[in-house]
């Protein structure tokens, strides 16, 4: 039996109810009760997103999951969903990761980051406003779909780029089939064991350190305005203290009795600095 | 545990890159590596939103054709080694090293590896150069391995040999291959020949170990070094940049002792000395995105756009490493940035 593991925010978004259920059920995920808009699901840190089907739904969707996450450098967003593939010699229900998004109206290309290890095939994948059946001549990429382009623009601009996946499963070959909710049930199913195992892997790989940590940077923060620092020193201060807890593997709890200590006026507020400064180069 | 691919998992190819040779190489060098079709290297190499260190942890390569300008004049931050004539060019932009001093980590929005296919316009646009020298009693004095380490990368793209043996017939040419790996064993079946300078960046092994990361020890670097003079290569040695790290008199006078006791100093062609410095905006670009080394949190002087130990520190350190190497080699073979 797989879990997911915690203490990194995992967003999903998809398009449909039909490729959400699944995963609703598999990870106990419940429906936030007084959000009317937004069919938004969630327990614990994983939460998801079904957006409706456009580049544009998807995009707001992102959006409202993302726009306020506590800690970007510890979110991952993922946009999981059923995409048309161009190459028949390519399975139904393969899961694939998105290596180019190419966003067919405006031809701009998207390219997600490919550093997190992984065991699933990949592709490039176009983003059509509309329906793509039998053109294939107009295709360049390997799947279509309609909203990645969407999600990915939305969900770089507040998460950071290596956070950022595109996992789709391959429905189609472009034909015109209606979806068959079985179908899509039965092929999402059989690839959700692969899909936590990659989310796992993304939890545990999120990369980017804070360059300071929230309690030291608050610490920083209130020093600035006991010592109404010019933005320049402020700079200097930051560089001092980071310098100082590189040398010394520590934190800048020592500073904080200074911002109980009055100063009146402008020499008082330069003597303090240039002491707090010494420590700090120490 | 790594939860990253290994480097050149990946390439990014430009369609107009296809043709070339270099791009077959490396396409059948790294046969099994994604590939990943693109318009523009940079599409992808200068894309919002990167972060240098995290991709650092799996670089990719990016084949392109590189258009416009294919040779520079020096920039102020290097040295010229009174040659009136120098250039530099950028065949590979970035490195397989990580050293935290590193002014890539500024300058490029990305840590991947842009491969620029097209040699033969590199060799067209230095024959121009060449003939277009400023100054033409000196030679056309060209660092090629400028914003890279190229011979760390010559077991994967054999640029430093294809310079080599370009410059073996041209006149009026001086290349300077600086690097610091201890990779000349790729380079051993050339014969040498005057118009190449192969220079060794060199620190203490306390030094390379903390802000040098991924490279070669110290010591495997001096034994590349001795074995290019000993096949009668010009080899220059730098020790740039001198870093300010506690006892730093104590071990870089035991670094120096340490290195001619494996050099023979008077086969050195001559010794670069500098202190720390990088253009401020870089510097500043840097530490947005980290603050793990304090080398990049040094109470620095700027001095119009170049951030440095204070005048007072440099010349400490200029003149105590100065007078280290004048007991080993003559004065006037020593070259300090100042
Ligand atoms: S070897 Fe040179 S180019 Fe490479 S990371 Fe180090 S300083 Fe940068």
């Not at chain 2, 990305?110 to 009693?137: G, H, L």
């Not at chain 2, 001559?270 to 304090?294: C, P, V, W």
Request: with cysteine; proline share 4%; glycine share 4%.
């Amino acid at each position: 039996m797989f879990i997911i593991i915690g203490t990194i925010a995992k967003v999903i978004i998809t398009a449909l109810h039909e490729e959400a259920r699944p995963l609703i059920e598999k990870f106990g995920l419940k429906k936030a009760p007084h959000i009317h808009r937004m069919a938004l699901y969630s327990r614990d840190d994983i939460s998801l997103v079904v957006s409706g089907v456009g580049k544009v739904k998807s995009a707001i969707a992102t959006t409202y999951a993302l726009a306020n996450v506590k800690s970007p450098e510890n979110t991952i967003a993922i946009n999981f969903g059923l995409c048309g593939c161009r190459d028949t010699r390519r399975p139904l229900g393969e899961l694939v990761f998105i290596n180019k998004i190419t966003d067919a109206a405006t031809n701009r290309d998207y390219y997600p980051e490919v550093i997190l290890k992984h065991n699933l095939p990949e592709a490039s994948l176009t983003t059509f406003d509309n329906h793509v059946l039998k053109n294939r001549n107009l295709i360049f990429s390997d799947m279509v779909d309609m909203e990645a382009s969407g999600f990915f623009t939305a969900s770089t601009t507040f998460i950071p780029l290596e956070n950022v996946y595109c996992l789709k499963l391959i429905s189609d070959h472009l034909e015109d089939l209606k979806l068959d909710p079985h179908m899509v049930r039965e092929k999402i199913e059989a690839c959700l064991d692969t899909f936590i195992v990659f989310i796992n892997s993304g939890s545990k790989s999120t990369s980017r350190t804070l360059p300071i940590a929230a309690n030291d940077a608050s610490i920083l923060k209130q020093l600035c305005e006991v010592l109404n620092l010019t933005i320049t020193q402020q700079h200097q201060l930051r560089d001092h203290a980071i310098g100082y807890m590189i040398r010394h593997k520590t934190n800048l709890d020592f500073l904080s009795p200074y911002f109980k200590q009055e100063v009146k006026d402008k020499a008082e507020r330069s003597q303090l600095m240039k002491i707090i400064s010494h420590e700090l180069r120490a | 545990m790594n939860y990253g691919h290994s480097n050149f998992s990946h390439l990014y190819i430009e369609r107009a890159a296809e043709k070339y040779a270099m791009t077959k190489h490396l396409l059948s060098r790294f046969s099994k590596a994604k590939r990943i079709f693109i318009d523009n290297y940079k599409d992808v190499f200068a894309r919002p939103g990167q972060h240098f260190q995290t991709q650092k942890r799996s670089i990719k390569l990016i084949l392109a054709v590189k258009r416009g300008h294919l040779i520079y004049q020096g920039s102020n931050n290097a040295q010229d080694f009174g040659y009136s004539n120098f250039h530099y060019n950028a065949n590979i932009l970035n490195c397989v090293y990580n050293c935290d001093y590193c002014y890539l980590q500024g300058m490029y929005p990305s840590a991947n590896i842009v491969v620029f296919v097209n040699m033969e316009d590199y060799f067209s646009a230095t024959n121009i150069a060449i003939n277009q020298r400023t100054d033409p009693d000196a030679p056309l004095y060209l660092a090629i391995s400028y914003d890279t380490d190229l011979l760390a990368l010559e077991s994967i793209v054999p640029y430093c040999r294809e310079w080599i043996e370009y410059s073996r017939k041209k006149n009026n040419l001086l290349i300077e291959i600086r690097t610091k790996s201890a990779n000349y064993r790729s380079l051993n079946n050339l014969s040498p020949h005057d118009q190449v300078i192969l220079a060794w960046s060199l620190a203490p092994k306390t030094v390379a170990s903390r802000y040098e990361i991924n490279t070669p020890s110290l010591e495997r670097r001096l034994e590349s070094a001795s074995q290019a003079i000993d096949d009668g290569w010009s080899v220059r040695l730098c020790f740039d940049p001198i870093l300010l790290v506690p006892n730093w008199r104590e071990i870089y006078s035991q670094f120096v002792k340490e290195t001619f006791e494996k050099i023979p100093a008077e086969k050195i062609r001559d010794i670069s000395i500098g202190t720390f410095r990088m253009n401020s905006e870089y510097l500043k670009r840097i530490k947005k995105q980290r603050a793990d080394s304090d080398i990049l949190y040094f109470p620095y002087e700027t001095t119009g756009r170049v951030v440095s130990p204070s005048q007072k520190i440099k010349e400490e350190i200029n003149s105590e490493i100065s007078m280290f190497l004048e007991s080993y080699i003559d004065q006037k073979k020593i070259e300090v940035w100042v």
